[in-house]
Structures are given as structure tokens and as C-alpha cells.
């Protein structure tokens, strides 16, 4: 997905209430907390010390690359002005060679990264529209046995939940090395403990202590409750106890045994710089403080929504936004981290905060905690502990009901973020396609990679439903560099608009579209490969444009309109390597899709997103038109599928 991140460390709301006047100095403890992590011992950090920083690519590698990628969009004349404009800028001794110069120097001069501060700042949080929809991801989990229940399904994943966020506390989870390449690990860090904040102009995150975040925060119908789930020795709740208080808060709600408070929850799905006023004036009362330390300061969330979605759509559309209002949007914190989702029905999900994590780091962290819930079931006596832990009584003895003073001002904040919400859930089509035909497998029969093979349906759906080629982005992780994040794959090529021109002319043969099909492939796959590597084009153009912003200086090739036409991602799309969850996020322009794909070895999962408002798009038809795509390439590319040699006897 397409990101719109300074991480700031906190360990108390009093260096909140300096945040005004401290800013430089929160940003400074992040970069010393990152750094201090980067030396850390411990399973988790076993490769760290042989991760690299993210490399500048050489001003004739990016232009190169830049200019062949602008083929497809501009026409001649364009292409011919983008490509004087490139010449000037990269001359010898001129503007070009000055800004690369500044950057290397920054490249040298930061301790992790050149990119890292300016990367989460110009994509995140100076980003002021709502994070619900345009920010925010979600995962719906897969649910192990028919048998689940809402609490026992919440009580498990919660004490799995903590049982990961213990390991990655403690330094002890297992270190990514993807095909032999060790990753980055220092994002996981901010996966539980941690809150987005808003704040006027940037927001800005907290990430809290461990034996700070040694409680959850539990909601139901808008209420907050907090539970303590970890003592002071380290030990971890009981299940029994666990699920009694989830019961018991329940029950509290549901029949009006506690005060009901404002629905304060959905002022975190305004815009951010009204969430931020109405934030600045809830916290000028002491309760008010208490209440969103405990918030922001959580290990995670627990959403106990009170509806059974029956169709994978509902779920999506719930997990992602809530359904408005009326519906579960109050039942949410938006900007925290991680929440956990569990409906009435026993199924689940997560959703996510985008800020300080990537997709790849949240999936390893939901897939452990998913294979281990299997495992759980594999178990004939769970069941049954299922059954006799829903007679427990339910309890509020340890949880806390957090309440709420709101002023005027904020009540007609909350009014405001109502209207808000609701007109963005309305405005929101989401579809859920399973294909299951065939999956990665006949990728591979025919000679390709499975996302390359991917994209290209996905380009060619697009051209079928709307008649064009669009701008196409893929996410691609470069956590192979420290505090590496993402890089755009620049899907949309010359090779791939020649296939797509293929496939739609009758005149042409199916051994000519199954040749130009391969090339494509092929080009993508480079492209992905050096996008990986940090020799992408656009992370390195940004940081051009910001070094010559910073610098006060202009050049037409940094405003040049190609750059922005080439950008417009009306295809916004991201892959996750999920064994047991589908993902989905918005789309990141207002006539383009969302697009996530999830690739296993017999079926592809896809979830479309797109707006209403406009009168183009359509996540219905996209998926239609995706369907049948795949299906037809199946036709044409299955003749030309070599026959797999025989296995030798022994």
C-alpha cells in the first residue's frame, strides 16, 4: 500500500505537555532510542550489526531509470522537454551534482538513515487528512474452528498477543532473514507500547516503556476500559481472569451498569488538526489526562464489537472503518497501533496504524500469533476449556471504566468527527475476491514470478474496465538497510502496456502475447529487484526535492509536471506474505483502487477498495473485471506451460 513517518519517545504525558515548545528535542530521543536498539543484544538483533544504511544511487542511475519509466505516460513531446530538463539538471557542476553532493553528505552524516525523518514525516504524520480509511490498514484473520466464542476467541488472542509482545520486549523474538538476508528489526519495536498523537501542522508518535504498557485498553459500544494483563514481576494474566473481565465488561455495558461517557473515540477519525485542537482541550482536565495516558500507553487494544458481520465484505468493511457512527466507528482509537477486533460471532481481526509500521513486520507478527491459536485448537481439551470458561462470572474487579469530561468545545468536536466519519464510510466501496483456479502454482508451471504474474493481471484488468493505462505502485520493503521501510515498484512499464495491447487485439497470436507476456515479467521483476536494493528512482527524487527545498534552491526538472503525472497511483497496490489473513487498506487518490493481493500456492486473495464519489471507479467491477482477467490468461498462457520432466526412479 502507498503510505502518506519522527517517531518521538514517551514515557509520561508530562513530556506531552511540553510537546509545543520540545519538539526538536522528542525527535532527538527517537533517533537516540533507535540508535541504542541498533546495538542491542539478543536474538532479536543477532544479524542487526550486519545491516547497512539505505545507499544514494548515483544521479545517472536514477535519471536513467526515471526517464524509461516516464514512457508509458507522457507523450512525445513530454517525454522529449522531461528528458532536456533531466540533461540541465544532471550537467556537470550543476544544480543535479549540488544537491547530490548534499545528500551524500546527509547519507554520511545521519546515524541511520538519510531518508528515515524525512520519510515518516512527508508520508505520515505531516499528512493532515483522517488516518481512518487513507491511512490505516487492517488484517481479517482466518478463524481456526466454528466452535470459537467472542470471549474465548478474545481471551486467546490476547494472551498470544502478549505472549509476541513479550518476546520483542525482551529482545528475544527471531530475527528476520528473508532467502538468506538479514532485516532490519527495529520497527517492531514500535508495534505495541505505541500511539500516534495529533498535533497542528505534524503529528507526532509515542512509543512508552514496557513496564509502562503493562495493561490493555478493552472497548465496547464507545466505552474504554483498562485491564491489567502483566504483574509486576512479569507474569501474565490468567486465562480465567482474563476472560472474566471481558465478560464482565460486557455485561457492564450492555445493561448500563457503569456511566456511559462521550463517544470520545471518534474524534480520533477527524481531520488531524481538528482531532488535534479538541485532544489539546480535553487535556487541560486532569481526568481527561489519565484517561488518554492509559489509552496511548496500552500494549494494544481489544475491540469487542457487538455485531456478527456474515459475509468477508462486512468484515473488511468493518475492520477498516468501523461502519460509521452509528455502527463501530466509536468503538475504536484510531491512532493506536495495533487493535485487536473480535465480533460477537467469535471471528476477528486487526487493524493497524501506519505511522511507525510497515505490513511485513505486522504480518509476521499476527501469523505467529494465528499459527500459534491453531495450535490451540489442534488441542481436544480446548474446546472444551472454551465451554467451561463461558460460565465464568464476569468481573470488573481489576478493570477500569475510563472516563470522559468533555467541554463544549470538544462535544461539538465529537458532533463534527461524526459527520465526518459516516460521509467517509459512505463514501468507501470495498470487495473481497477469493480466486481459486489456481494460485501461484500456475505462475510458476508457466516460468514467471507469482507477482509479476500478479501486476500483470491487474494491469490488464484495469485497461479492460476503463479503456487506459494508469500509474501502478507496488510496495516494495527495503528493510535489508537500517530502518529501512519501503521503495515504489513502478509497476506500469513499456513492456507491460506493449502485453496489455496485446491481449486486447484480436489479431495478435496467443504465442506472441505469451512472449511479450514474459518480458514483462521480466522487466517488473528487475525493476522490483533494484527497487529492494535502494536503487528505486522516486525515494531518491524525493530526497533531491527536499535537500533543494531545505536549501532554497529551484530547478524545472524538480517541478516538472511528469514527475507528478507519473505518480498519480491510480493502482495502489501491496502484497503480504499471510498464511491465515486477507489484508486492505483505501485507495490513495480519489479515482484509483486499493489493491492488495495475497499469493498462495492454490489461490489468490484480493481486496478492492475505491470511492463512490467517483463516478469511474468501482471495487465491484474492478474485482469482475480481475476475475475474468485471470481467467483468461489461464487460457491463453496454459498451451505454451512446458510438460514438468519425469522423476527419475530410484
Same mark, same amino acid.
Given at each position: 500500500? /502507498?503510505?502518506?513517518?519522527?517517531?518521538?519517545?514517551?514515557?509520561?504525558?508530562?513530556?506531552?505537555?511540553?510537546?509545543?515548545?520540545?519538539?526538536?528535542?522528542?525527535?532527538?530521543?527517537?533517533?537516540?532510542?533507535?540508535?541504542?536498539?541498533?546495538?542491542?543484544?539478543?536474538?532479536?538483533?543477532?544479524?542487526?550489526?550486519?545491516?547497512?544504511?539505505?545507499?544514494?544511487?548515483?544521479?545517472?542511475?536514477?535519471?536513467?531509470?526515471?526517464?524509461?519509466?516516464?514512457?508509458?505516460?507522457?507523450?512525445?513531446?513530454?517525454?522529449?522537454?522531461?528528458?532536456?530538463?533531466?540533461?540541465?539538471?544532471?550537467?556537470? &557542476?550543476?544544480?543535479?551534482?549540488?544537491?547530490?553532493?548534499?545528500?551524500?553528505?546527509?547519507?554520511?552524516?545521519?546515524?541511520?538513515?538519510?531518508?528515515?525523518?524525512?520519510?515518516?514525516?512527508?508520508?505520515?504524520?505531516?499528512?493532515?487528512?483522517?488516518? $481512518?480509511?487513507?491511512?490505516?490498514?487492517?488484517?481479517?484473520?482466518?478463524?481456526?474452528?466454528?466452535?470459537?466464542?467472542?470471549?474465548?476467541?478474545?481471551?486467546?488472542? +490476547?494472551?498470544?498477543?502478549?505472549?509476541?509482545?513479550?518476546?520483542?520486549?525482551?529482545?528475544?523474538?527471531?530475527?528476520?532473514?528473508?532467502?538468506?538476508?538479514?532485516? =532490519?528489526?527495529?520497527?517492531?519495536?514500535?508495534?505495541?507500547?505505541?500511539?500516534?498523537?495529533?498535533?497542528?501542522?505534524?503529528?507526532?508518535? $509515542?512509543?512508552?516503556?514496557?513496564? *509502562?504498557?503493562?495493561?490493555?485498553?478493552?472497548?465496547?459500544?464507545?466505552?474504554?476500559?483498562?485491564?491489567?494483563?502483566?504483574?509486576?514481576?512479569?507474569?501474565?494474566?490468567?486465562?480465567?481472569?482474563?476472560? !472474566?473481565?471481558?465478560?464482565?465488561?460486557?455485561?457492564?455495558?450492555?445493561?448500563? *451498569?457503569?456511566?456511559?461517557?462521550?463517544?470520545? &473515540?471518534?474524534?480520533?477519525?477527524?481531520?488531524?488538526?481538528?482531532?488535534?485542537?479538541?485532544?489539546?482541550?480535553?487535556? +487541560?482536565?486532569?481526568?481527561?489526562?489519565?484517561?488518554?495516558?492509559?489509552?496511548?500507553?496500552?500494549?494494544?487494544?481489544? =475491540?469487542?464489537?457487538?455485531?456478527?458481520?456474515?459475509?468477508?465484505?462486512?468484515?473488511?468493511?468493518?475492520?477498516?472503518?468501523?461502519?460509521?457512527?452509528?455502527?463501530?466507528?466509536?468503538?475504536?482509537?484510531?491512532?493506536?497501533?495495533?487493535? $485487536?477486533?473480535?465480533?460477537?460471532?467469535?471471528?476477528?481481526?486487526?487493524?493497524?496504524?501506519?505511522?511507525?509500521?510497515?505490513?511485513?513486520?505486522? +504480518?509476521?507478527?499476527?501469523?505467529?500469533? /494465528?499459527? *500459534?491459536?491453531?495450535?490451540?485448537?489442534?488441542?481436544?481439551?480446548?474446546?472444551?476449556?472454551?465451554?467451561?470458561?463461558?460460565?465464568?462470572?464476569?468481573?470488573?474487579?481489576?478493570?477500569?471504566?475510563?472516563?470522559?469530561?468533555?467541554?463544549?468545545?470538544?462535544?461539538?468536536?465529537?458532533?463534527?468527527?461524526?459527520?465526518?466519519?459516516?460521509?467517509?464510510?459512505?463514501?468507501?466501496?470495498?470487495?473481497?475476491?477469493?480466486?481459486?483456479?489456481?494460485?501461484?502454482?500456475?505462475?510458476?508451471?508457466? &516460468?514467471?514470478?507469482?507477482?509479476?504474474?500478479?501486476?500483470?493481471?491487474?494491469?490488464?484488468?484495469?485497461?479492460?474496465?476503463?479503456?487506459?493505462?494508469?500509474?501502478?505502485?507496488? !510496495?516494495?520493503?527495503?528493510?535489508?538497510?537500517?530502518?529501512?521501510?519501503?521503495?515504489?515498484?513502478?509497476?506500469?512499464?513499456?513492456?507491460?502496456?506493449?502485453?496489455?495491447?496485446?491481449?486486447?487485439?484480436?489479431?495478435?497470436?496467443?504465442?506472441?502475447?505469451?512472449?511479450?507476456?514474459?518480458?514483462?515479467?521480466?522487466?517488473?521483476?528487475?525493476?522490483?529487484?533494484?527497487?529492494?536494493?535502494?536503487?528505486?528512482?522516486?525515494?531518491?527524487?524525493?530526497?533531491?526535492?527536499?535537500?533543494? #527545498?531545505?536549501? &532554497?534552491?529551484?530547478?524545472?526538472? /524538480?517541478?516538472?509536471?511528469?514527475?507528478?503525472?507519473?505518480?498519480?497511483? #491510480?493502482?495502489?497496490?501491496?502484497? /503480504?506474505?499471510? #498464511?491465515?489473513?486477507?489484508? %486492505?487498506?483505501?485507495?490513495?487518490?480519489?479515482?484509483?483502487? @486499493?489493491?492488495?493481493?495475497?499469493?498462495?500456492?492454490?489461490?489468490? %486473495?484480493?481486496?478492492?477498495?475505491?470511492?463512490?464519489?467517483? @463516478?469511474?471507479?468501482?471495487?465491484? #467491477?474492478?474485482?469482475?473485471?480481475?476475475?475474468?482477467?485471470?481467467?483468461?490468461?489461464?487460457?491463453?498462457?496454459?498451451?505454451?506451460?512446458?510438460?514438468?520432466?519425469?522423476?527419475? *526412479?530410484?
Amino acid at each position: 500500500m /502507498l503510505p502518506r513517518v519522527s517517531l518521538k519517545m514517551s514515557r509520561s504525558m508530562k513530556q506531552q505537555q511540553a510537546t509545543a515548545s520540545n519538539m526538536p528535542a522528542l525527535r532527538k530521543q527517537y533517533t537516540a532510542a533507535a540508535e541504542a536498539a541498533h546495538g542491542k543484544q539478543g536474538s532479536m538483533w543477532q544479524y542487526q550489526s550486519k545491516i547497512p544504511k539505505l545507499p544514494v544511487p548515483t544521479l545517472e542511475q536514477t535519471m536513467k531509470k526515471y526517464l524509461r519509466t516516464l514512457e508509458p505516460h507522457l507523450t512525445a513531446e513530454e517525454l522529449q522537454n522531461t528528458r532536456r530538463l533531466a540533461e540541465d539538471f544532471t550537467k556537470p &557542476g550543476g544544480i543535479g551534482s549540488i544537491l547530490q553532493h548534499r545528500l551524500l553528505a546527509r547519507q554520511q552524516s545521519e546515524p541511520l538513515s538519510w531518508l528515515h525523518n524525512w520519510w515518516y514525516h512527508w508520508a505520515y504524520v505531516d499528512y493532515r487528512d483522517s488516518v $481512518v480509511v487513507n491511512v490505516s490498514f487492517f488484517y481479517q484473520f482466518e478463524t481456526p474452528s466454528e466452535k470459537v466464542t467472542q470471549l474465548g476467541r478474545a481471551t486467546d488472542l +490476547t494472551l498470544l498477543f502478549l505472549e509476541v509482545k513479550h518476546a520483542i520486549d525482551t529482545d528475544s523474538f527471531p530475527a528476520d532473514n528473508i532467502r538468506g538476508v538479514p532485516q =532490519c528489526m527495529l520497527s517492531y519495536k514500535n508495534i505495541f507500547n505505541t500511539c500516534r498523537v495529533p498535533f497542528p501542522n505534524s503529528d507526532y508518535n $509515542v512509543r512508552y516503556a514496557p513496564e *509502562k504498557s503493562q495493561h490493555i485498553v478493552v472497548s465496547r459500544k464507545g466505552q474504554f476500559f483498562t485491564i491489567p494483563v502483566i504483574d509486576a514481576h512479569g507474569n501474565r494474566i490468567a486465562r480465567e481472569a482474563l476472560e !472474566s473481565h471481558f465478560k464482565g465488561i460486557i455485561e457492564a455495558v450492555d445493561h448500563g *451498569k457503569v456511566s456511559k461517557q462521550p463517544l470520545v &473515540g471518534l474524534l480520533t477519525t477527524d481531520h488531524r488538526d481538528k482531532w488535534a485542537v479538541a485532544r489539546q482541550d480535553l487535556f +487541560t482536565d486532569g481526568v481527561n489526562r489519565a484517561s488518554l495516558e492509559a489509552l496511548e500507553s496500552a500494549a494494544f487494544m481489544v =475491540c469487542l464489537d457487538d455485531e456478527a458481520p456474515q459475509s468477508g465484505n462486512a468484515e473488511c468493511e468493518l475492520l477498516l472503518h468501523g461502519g460509521g457512527s452509528q455502527r463501530q466507528s466509536a468503538n475504536r482509537w484510531f491512532d493506536k497501533t495495533i487493535q $485487536v477486533i473480535v465480533w460477537s460471532n467469535g471471528h476477528a481481526g486487526m487493524l493497524g496504524e501506519h505511522s511507525t509500521i510497515d505490513g511485513y513486520p505486522a +504480518t509476521m507478527v499476527s501469523d505467529m500469533v /494465528l499459527e *500459534k491459536e491453531r495450535h490451540l485448537w489442534k488441542d481436544s481439551h480446548h474446546d472444551a476449556a472454551h465451554r467451561q470458561l463461558s460460565q465464568v462470572q464476569g468481573s470488573l474487579t481489576s478493570a477500569k471504566h475510563l472516563a470522559f469530561n468533555v467541554s463544549q468545545t470538544a462535544s461539538a468536536a465529537i458532533k463534527d468527527a461524526t459527520a465526518a466519519v459516516d460521509k467517509s464510510v459512505a463514501n468507501l466501496e470495498l470487495f473481497e475476491l477469493i480466486f481459486k483456479n489456481f494460485g501461484s502454482d500456475f505462475p510458476k508451471a508457466f &516460468g514467471v514470478s507469482p507477482d509479476a504474474f500478479v501486476q500483470m493481471a491487474m494491469q490488464l484488468a484495469y485497461f479492460k474496465l476503463h479503456g487506459h493505462f494508469a500509474p501502478c505502485y507496488e !510496495s516494495c520493503s527495503t528493510r535489508k538497510y537500517v530502518v529501512g521501510r519501503t521503495e515504489t515498484g513502478r509497476v506500469m512499464s513499456t513492456d507491460s502496456c506493449n502485453w496489455v495491447k496485446a491481449m486486447v487485439n484480436p489479431q495478435v497470436s496467443d504465442q506472441e502475447k505469451a512472449n511479450l507476456f514474459k518480458q514483462a515479467c521480466e522487466a517488473h521483476v528487475n525493476y522490483m529487484k533494484d527497487a529492494s536494493d535502494g536503487y528505486g528512482v522516486d525515494r531518491h527524487i524525493l530526497g533531491l526535492r527536499l535537500t533543494a #527545498k531545505d536549501a &532554497g534552491i529551484s530547478h524545472p526538472f /524538480l517541478t516538472d509536471g511528469a514527475f507528478a503525472k507519473s505518480t498519480h497511483w #491510480k493502482l495502489s497496490t501491496s502484497q /503480504l506474505p499471510s #498464511k491465515y489473513s486477507m489484508t %486492505g487498506y483505501g485507495p490513495v487518490v480519489p479515482d484509483g483502487y @486499493g489493491l492488495y493481493y495475497n499469493i498462495r500456492d492454490k489461490q489468490l %486473495g484480493f481486496c478492492v477498495s475505491s470511492f463512490r464519489s467517483n @463516478g469511474q471507479t468501482s471495487a465491484t #467491477k474492478m474485482a469482475a473485471s480481475l476475475n475474468n482477467t485471470l481467467l483468461e490468461m489461464q487460457r491463453v498462457l496454459t498451451p505454451f506451460i512446458k510438460p514438468a520432466a519425469p522423476k527419475a *526412479k530410484l
